[in-house]
């Protein structure tokens, strides 16, 4: 293990902090940043998050996705959790917290609009960073593709009506230049790139090493982009800290249920620990360049709503970190129950 992935939490931490004070020392250099953007994904770090997914992608072994389908359990944990469970609950963590519990500490139409951007967050199931947490909890690689592919497939037709069944709202435009810029920038390239890689390497032993080589450099990226993600957001985070912290509590506990239900209904039904991970993982993060961008397009760019989309990008990383460990941890667990007698 590397020293960048032995104190990954310590580098996050310090990235954390300085994409804050790099936000409120160079305004002009992060505005410039926030300035590349195409249909409300940011170049810089569609790039940074690029890095990140190649190396996965290279592990990718095309004759393998034909045996994906063999496993049905883990793509079934993952559609039931993203699409039947995910949305609903966090729009009742919603509405339980900025309508009672946080009732008399916020304006009734500002809890409106943090409850909308919760609810965008909670129906759009990440697709690009699943890969890195993924290679970081030694997820099989063809089959976290093969689990992002279906929930991908899976927004095209279900996103737009749980939103607007949620939301009381009937006329969502799905910003599709997102979803399909995203998808193809975050999965279909570095696949591609992956694939002609293996061909270019050949041997299954120069694809190993290359990948120890090319690993470390995943890390560097994603503590690149937690400073710019940060960095971007930084003013905001000084200025509006305690709407931030309450935006952040029915985030964090619909994080940590969600990966709990999906983790402990794979060791139940005897997952392995390669798929279990990635397929908990996936419901507990979320697409945020989606759900930020509708968040915009239906409330405004300075609206509450946006705001709870963007505290959910700010709370993922470390989140999802935590949930790394923690699944790291449990894997002897998997491993026992695996051998266990059905």
């Given at each position: ?17 300085g ?12 505005a ?10 940011n ?9 990140m ?7 990718v072994?095309?004759?393998s ?6 496993q ?21 963590l ?16 500002d ?14 199931p990440c697709?690009a ?54 998808v ?39 503590i ?7 960095g971007?957001?930084?003013?905001v ?20 249920g ?19 991970a ?10 945020f ?20 989309t ?33």
């Amino acid at each position: 293990m590397s020293i960048f992935e032995r104190y990954l939490s310590l580098w996050i931490a310090l990235a954390m902090a300085g994409g804050i004070l790099i936000g409120s020392a160079a305004p002009v250099l992060v505005a410039a940043i926030a300035a590349a953007e195409v249909a409300s994904v940011n170049l810089v770090v569609a790039v940074l998050i690029w890095a990140m997914v190649y190396p996965m992608m290279v592990g990718v072994d095309p004759g393998s996705l034909k045996g994906v389908a063999k496993q049905p359990k883990g793509l079934a944990i993952t559609l039931t959790v993203n699409w039947l469970v995910k949305p609903f609950t966090m729009a009742a963590l919603g509405v339980l917290f900025f309508e009672f519990v946080f009732a008399d500490l916020i304006a009734p139409e500002d809890a409106q609009q943090y409850i909308a951007g919760l609810i965008l967050l909670g129906a759009a199931p990440c697709t690009a960073m699943v890969f890195v947490w993924s290679q970081l909890t030694h997820g099989d690689e063809s089959y976290t593709l093969f689990q992002v592919s279906i929930n991908d497939l899976v927004m095209v037709f279900a996103f737009a009506p749980i939103v607007a069944f949620l939301l009381g709202v009937t006329d969502i435009a799905v910003p599709w230049e997102t979803l399909v810029l995203s998808v193809v920038m975050f999965v279909a390239l570095p696949l591609a790139a992956g694939v002609w890689t293996r061909k270019r390497l050949g041997s299954a032993a120069r694809i190993d090493a290359f990948r120890e080589r090319i690993k470390p450099w995943s890390v560097v990226g994603l503590i690149a982009t937690v400073v710019i993600l940060f960095g971007l957001q930084g003013q905001v985070i000084l200025d509006r800290p305690q709407v931030m912290a309450m935006i952040a509590v029915p985030i964090l506990i619909q994080s940590y249920g969600i990966f709990v239900l999906a983790y402990t209904s794979a060791w139940a039904l005897r997952v392995p620990h390669k798929i279990a991970a990635p397929c908990a993982l996936i419901g507990t993060s979320n697409f945020f360049e989606l759900a930020v961008a509708v968040a915009i397009s239906l409330f405004g760019l300075n609206s509450g709503a946006a705001l709870a989309t963007v505290v959910g990008v700010l709370v993922e990383v470390p989140v999802m970190l935590s949930l790394v460990a923690l699944a790291n941890r449990t894997r002897t667990s998997f491993t026992r129950r695996s051998a266990q007698p059905q």
